[in-house]
DNA sequence: CGGAATCCTCCCAGATACTG
DNA sequence: CAGTATCTGGGAGGATTCCG
């Protein structure tokens, strides 16, 4: 370890960083939800919203359209009445997916560990 | 799947979720770098703050108590002259360091891609 | 050196209402 | 059904200053 600048070499988010603004997208709590929301398959945006609980329309529309931007999710707009849309994940996205299940995988398994400790 | 409220079963992250805030601890952009920054033994303040390139004096102490009080880091003050604070990893800690590194990984090497369609 | 305190700014995110 | 538009408050987070 010759650099002490950085224990990871380089920082991956910093603001003089190209991605930094990706922690922000992979990272962000609710996109993390809809990702694994979507390791099954495809889904509807209302579906979308009662599988992430507790987010808002605006929330959701606005992390979808982040992640369609970013190539996480297609987006499948279907001409029917009513209107249907099916957001599923690209290859990229479901790449992420063992990361990401990963980090709640840990979340499930150790929140009562944590939530104990911050009692103190 | 016979339930289709939430394709989690439930949602770790839910704001009725005592564990809500649990994300913002280790999902949290800064509590990420800093963790990994401290997977090969402790830092100083100081050298946190060189480590986590781009944090501010401020976010840092914040992270780093939060992190203390749920148990994911331990600091130990030394009185010394000048003064000295070291932070460390405890076994919680460390056990979030295959997640969280999982996350930093697929960041790094996706980043390009991720960026090549933003621009679309 | 390692913070805490203060101030200030701006963006996130919720609520609500409207549209195709 | 699947979104946008608008308004708004609260909090994240930076810069600066001061203290033990």
Redesign the pocket.
């Known amino acids: 370890m010759a650099e002490e600048e950085s224990v990871l070499g380089w920082n991956p988010f910093s603001r003089n960083c190209a991605s930094r603004g990706l922690l922000n997208s992979i990272g962000d709590?609710w996109a993390i939800l809809i990702l694994a929301s979507l390791a099954d398959g495809a889904l509807?945006?209302?579906e979308l919203e009662e599988a992430v609980d507790g987010?808002?329309?605006?929330?959701l529309?606005q992390r979808?359209?982040d992640m369609v931007a970013d190539g996480l999710v297609t987006r499948a707009q279907f001409q029917e009445v009513?209107?249907?849309?099916e957001y599923e994940l690209t290859d990229l996205g479901r790449s992420a997916l063992p990361a990401v299940q990963g980090l709640i995988d840990w979340t499930v398994g150790h929140m009562s560990q944590v939530y104990e400790t911050r009692q103190k």
Chains 1, 2 share one sequence.
Do not use: D, N, T, Y
């Open positions: 709590k509807r945006f209302g987010i808002s329309q605006k929330m529309a979808l359209g009513p209107p249907r849309v």
